[in-house]
Each structure stands twice: as C-alpha cells, then as structure tokens.
C-alpha cells in the first residue's frame, strides 16, 4: 500500500462517499452512481482511483462487478494517523515540561 495513493484518493469528496456507501455493504457501480449527480464514466474512475490505492476490492458474479471496502487498508491509514498524533501529543506534553 502507498500512503500517498491512499491519501490522495481520500482527499476527493465523491471518493469519501463511495467508501461511506461500501461500509454497510457491497454493491455494483450501478448501485453506487444512484448516490451521485456525475456520469457512470465518472463513478467508474473514481473507483478506479479507490482501486489503485488498495481502498476497495472487486468482485465479478456474472455480468456485474460488486465493489467492498479493503478494511485492512483502511485501519493501515488509522494506525499511522494515531501514532502521528500521539507523537505529536507527546512532545507537545514533553514541551510544556
């Protein structure tokens, strides 16, 4: 996984829906453009983008492609966002010593 990959696909608003919608459940391209006002070609990138960062994970059955979240990315991201914070926290602690 590459930080900045996942970073930079996180930092689109459409992107951070599509990920909302996929933790209930998986669901088709189709499913996830009834959510957004963009073209199908649109929701197709945007999970192309989510895809290439190791965000979410295909599956076909039959003619459709079912979309879920990578849950083991995604705790990769939180784990490094909490140790910066708790770095962060203590040396701010450590400063005020």
């Given at each position: 996984m590459s930080l900045q990959n996942s970073l930079k696909a996180l930092a689109d608003?459409?992107?951070?829906?599509?990920?909302?919608?996929?933790?209930?459940?998986?669901?088709s391209a189709g499913e996830?453009?009834?959510?957004?006002?963009?073209?199908?070609?649109?929701i197709s990138r945007h999970l192309s983008v989510l895809k290439d960062a190791d965000l979410i994970r295909d599956t076909r059955e039959g003619k459709y492609i079912y979309y879920e979240l990578n849950?083991?990315?995604?705790?990769?991201?939180?784990?490094?966002?909490?140790?910066?914070?708790?770095?962060?926290?203590?040396?701010?602690?450590?400063?005020?010593?």
């Open positions: 608003p459409i992107r951070r829906e599509i990920l909302n919608l996929l933790k209930c459940n998986r669901l996830i453009g009834e959510h957004f006002p963009v073209t199908a070609a649109s849950v083991s990315v995604l705790e990769e991201i939180m784990l490094w966002i909490t140790e910066l914070k708790g770095e962060f926290h203590n040396a701010r602690n450590d400063s005020e010593k």
